[in-house]
């Protein structure tokens, strides 16, 4: 385990190649997934000014531990002492019903790893049941 705290868990590659973190908590305002989604993309590319959505790749509905939210994929550049690495990062986003609490999962690595990585988070992934609804 990388980072634990009373709304997430961060768990990282055994490899260092890359990491998932779970997340949720309160909000307010009160968001749906997709206003959720599009602010989490502005910040992302405020952060990474060359964010994209990976390939043909489109947002798509889905339900993780029971939640119903958005799937999608983002790439962009990571750059330190003078190096980079093409990455990505693979998201959910959720909220219940009225939007008073949000959802979240979020994977980045290499974007040379990042079919390893989902396929070692998978079991994590299906595992999840929230403790807030």
């Known amino acids: 385990m990388s980072a634990k705290d009373n709304e997430s868990i961060t768990l990282s590659d055994p490899n260092g190649l890359g990491f998932v ?3 949720s908590g309160a909000q307010n305002p009160h968001l749906t997934a997709q206003q959720q989604q599009a602010e989490f993309d502005a910040e992302w590319k405020a952060k990474y000014p060359d964010t994209v959505s990976c390939g043909s790749l489109r947002p798509t509905l889905g339900s993780l531990g029971g939640v119903q939210g958005i799937f999608w994929q983002l790439c962009f550049t990571l750059v330190s002492n003078g190096r980079s690495l093409p990455a ?4 959910f986003v959720g909220a219940n019903a009225d939007g008073s609490v949000w959802y979240g999962v979020i994977l980045i690595s290499a974007q040379s790893y990042m079919q ?3 396929a070692e988070s ?5 595992g999840i049941q929230w403790k807030l609804k």
């Open 122 to 126: 998978a079991p994590i992934l299906k």
């Open 21 to 23: 973190s779970v997340a």
């Open 116 to 118: 390893n990585l989902t």
């Open 88 to 91: 990505e990062a693979s998201m």
